[in-house]
T-cell receptor
Framework: DAGVIQSPRHEVTEMGQEVTLRCKPI?????LFWYRQTMMRGLELLIY????????DSGMPEDRFSAKMPNASFSTLKIQPSEPRDSAVYFC???????????FGSGTRLTVV | TQLLEQSPQFLSIQEGENLTVYCNSS?????LQWYRQEPGEGPVLLVT?????EVKKLKRLTFQFGDARKDSSLHITAAQPGDTGLYLC???????????FGTGTRLKVLA
């Protein structure tokens, strides 16, 4: 298996623009998580899905953030409009409930200027 | 809000030395994990512990879950430069499947 695949690896955008981050989880994993990592706040859970259904989105910072999982093999995290304080590394992770261990993707480094 | 405090925040040691990293919380966790993260990559799972007092060993790494399931430690014996990285603990409380991550310990092992 290729692991959790995220795209793009790097994204630089101007303030006010829409940004879409993409994630392909490991096949057969029924949980998918979106995290954000910054030096100041560390790794923060934004939202997670179980069987494509959002279970807990209490970590989503504002209405500017939205996430979808239209099928078991694809998820997106969208920021509209983006702001400089959204600059961070965004990670997607997937898990099989029987295993508990998360497998993380390599992340998307987002810079909003 | 759950808070997982890790100590020390930074650690720089010589190859061959031993070290211990701590993870503490006021919350009780049903399970706790340790990850290692290298620059430009996502965290990689090292171990999951679920029973109070549990000890697990992974080569030179020894993980312990506190009896009350509120804290954990990671001990590395004879550290090597390849152990360099960011060590993260993560805990999940009963009834949830989401893990909250600790503040991290950045380890550098000098050759």
């Amino acid at each position: 298996d290729a692991g959790v695949i995220q795209s793009p690896r790097h994204e630089v955008t101007e303030m006010g623009q829409e940004v879409t981050l993409r994630c392909k989880p490991i096949s057969g994993h029924d949980y998918l998580f979106w995290y954000r990592q910054t030096m100041m706040r560390g790794l923060e859970l934004l939202i997670y899905f179980n069987n494509n259904v959002p279970i807990d989105d209490s970590g989503m910072p504002e209405d500017r953030f939205s996430a979808k999982m239209p099928n078991a093999s694809f998820s997106t995290l969208k920021i509209q409009p983006s702001e400089p304080r959204d600059s961070a590394v965004y990670f997607c992770a997937s898990s099989d409930y029987r295993d508990h261990g998360y497998t993380f993707g390599s992340g998307t480094r987002l810079t909003v200027v | 809000t759950q808070l997982l405090e890790q100590s020390p925040q930074f650690l720089s040691i010589q190859e061959g030395e031993n070290l211990t990293v701590y993870c503490n919380s006021s919350s009780v966790f049903s399970s706790l994990q340790w990850y290692r993260q290298e620059p430009g990559e996502g965290p990689v799972l090292l171990v999951t512990v679920v029973t109070g007092g549990e000890v697990k060993k992974l080569k030179r790494l020894t993980f312990q879950f506190g009896d009350a399931r509120k804290d954990s430690s990671l001990h590395i014996t004879a550290a090597q430069p390849g152990d360099t990285g960011l060590y993260l603990c993560a805990g999940a409380t009963s009834g949830t499947y989401k893990y909250i991550f600790g503040t991290g310990t950045r380890l550098k092992v000098l050759a």
